[in-house]
């Protein structure tokens, strides 16, 4: 590994989004743990459980998008040594991320209807959606079960990854797609594994990152997210 590093994402936005990024996650998934699958159910679920299902969604989108700075280091890493296999695998699961993002947006929408307009409304909307000939986002199945095992071939030809990371890293290839999924026992291990794979390589960058960007760093974040919260609510 050479010491010349991108400026971006640079060790303190990487290092965090490899940590927060798969702990959202599994901590969204585990939100509506117990509730069955399908979207059906999950309507249900929200309609006499509202603010638990709206944290686990959303909590979940967070970290989907909280991940991308994340990925773009380890793909980073990767190149400087294998860079066909960053290319590759950095592409691929950077569209899968904006593709669940797309879901999360469809997941909020449908909480919106049952509030107001009813269960029963939402859950045919859903079913229309599932019916609806789209084809952006379908299209990019391939990459979201791709991505994570073509990243993980690429971490462990480059020696980013220890052989136990890259074999957690292949496992968020198996997560289900598409709108108003559960959690069921395969989506924690598969986040799980994910967590695995990225919180100690995100711990390793933050114990890199030099301090005067420490004193920093953490303020500026912590004011732009309140910023951005506050400016969101206000339309």
Not at 20 to 32: D, H, K
Not at 113 to 121: I, N, P, Q, R, Y
């Amino acid at each position: 590994m050479t010491n010349d590093r991108p400026a971006f994402p640079g060790p303190w936005l990487g290092g965090i989004s490899l940590i927060l990024g798969p702990a959202l996650m599994l901590t969204g998934a585990l939100l509506r743990w117990g509730v069955p699958f399908f979207f059906p159910h999950q309507l249900v679920a929200y309609e006499s459980r509202p603010g638990v299902m709206a944290a686990a969604y959303a909590v979940f989108l967070a970290g989907v998008i909280a991940l991308w700075p994340g990925v773009s280091m380890v793909a980073a890493r990767i190149g400087e040594t294998r860079p066909g296999w960053a290319v590759w695998g950095g592409a691929l699961v950077m569209t899968g991320l904006f593709a669940r993002a797309f879901h999360g947006g469809v997941n909020t929408f449908a909480f919106a209807l049952v509030d107001s307009a009813g269960t029963g409304a939402a859950t045919r909307a859903v079913a229309d959606y599932y019916a609806y000939p789209e084809w952006v986002v379908s299209s990019l199945s391939l990459s979201i079960m791709l991505g994570w095992v073509v990243l993980a071939i690429g971490g462990l030809l480059s020696h980013t990854l220890r052989p136990w990371q890259v074999a957690a890293l292949a496992l968020p290839s198996g997560l289900m797609i598409g709108v108003l999924k559960g959690t069921d026992w395969l989506t924690v291990v598969e986040l799980a594994g994910l967590a695995i794979a990225f919180v100690p390589l995100g711990v390793a960058e933050l114990r890199r990152a030099g301090s005067p960007a420490r004193k920093t760093t953490a303020p500026l974040v912590v004011l732009v997210i309140a910023a951005s919260v506050i400016l969101g609510r206000l339309g």
